[in-house]
């Protein structure tokens, strides 16, 4: 398709299992980006990458996460030993140049139990 | 620290009145303007893109921006029940790839 697309939609896990979540730019794209949005917050920014320059995780909130792009296109997201307040919906968007806007993926909504 | 303030609402309107949100941000080096619509459940989706002083329209909506006061708005004309939804404003500044997303208004079109 056309736009961002994100795998799995929804995830449902128990505390302290890690979960990979997956992201596929629009082609072409050279940035994407990683946020989470908890229940009626703003989103929360988390990991950039541009092309293959080395990523600005200045938003990652602990060492269990981390996220990784490979060949300049699909990303994983990944969270080691989850906690319940992991629980959100997680982001991904790209974008072309610099002055020009992110297109969003439908998110995944990850559950921790 | 680059700040976008948005009034949280809920922003409350008739049917066929005309909506005003507005933004306001601190960084005066900022280039790019983006307007986003998350309805509840759903992921943003980009309404408007402005990059210059002005009004710019596109259908029933049009952004203002004002770089010396350092605001943009957005209206949206004879509103709708289906323009219900939290309207996030982003800030690019020149050169980087990062925006800075206010935490949005909510709109409220009441029949």
């Known amino acids: 398709g056309a736009g961002v697309s994100q795998s799995p939609s929804n995830k449902v896990t128990e505390k302290g299992k890690d979960v990979e979540l997956r992201c596929d730019p629009i082609s072409g794209h050279t940035a994407l980006y990683w946020y989470r949005q908890s229940l009626g917050q703003g989103l929360e920014f988390l990991i950039y990458?541009?092309?293959?320059?080395?990523?600005?995780k200045s938003g990652l909130p602990s060492d269990r996460f981390s996220a990784e792009r490979t060949g300049g296109s699909v990303s994983t997201l990944t969270i080691q030993r989850t906690q319940q307040e992991d629980s959100a919906v997680y982001l991904c968007?790209?974008?072309?140049?610099?002055?020009?806007?992110?297109?969003f993926g439908d998110g995944t909504r990850l559950s921790i139990l | 620290q680059k700040e976008v303030e948005q009034n949280s609402g809920p922003l409350s309107v008739p049917e066929g009145a005309i909506a005003s949100l507005n933004c306001t941000y601190s960084d005066r080096v900022s280039q790019s303007f983006f307007w986003y619509r998350q309805y509840s459940g759903k992921s943003p989706e980009l309404i408007m893109s402005?990059?210059?002083?002005g009004d710019k329209e596109d259908g029933r909506f049009t952004a203002q921006l004002n770089k010396a006061s350092q605001y943009v708005s957005l209206l949206i004309r004879d509103s709708q029940p289906s323009d219900s939804a939290t309207y996030l404003c982003?800030?690019?500044?020149?050169?980087?790839?990062?925006?800075?997303f206010g935490r949005g208004t909510s709109l409220i079109v009441h029949p």
């Open positions: 990458f541009q092309g293959n320059s080395a990523p600005d």
């Open positions: 968007a790209s974008g072309a140049r610099e002055d020009q806007p992110q297109h």
């Open positions: 982003a800030v690019k500044q020149g050169g980087s790839y990062i925006p800075t």
């Open positions: 402005i990059y210059s002083n």
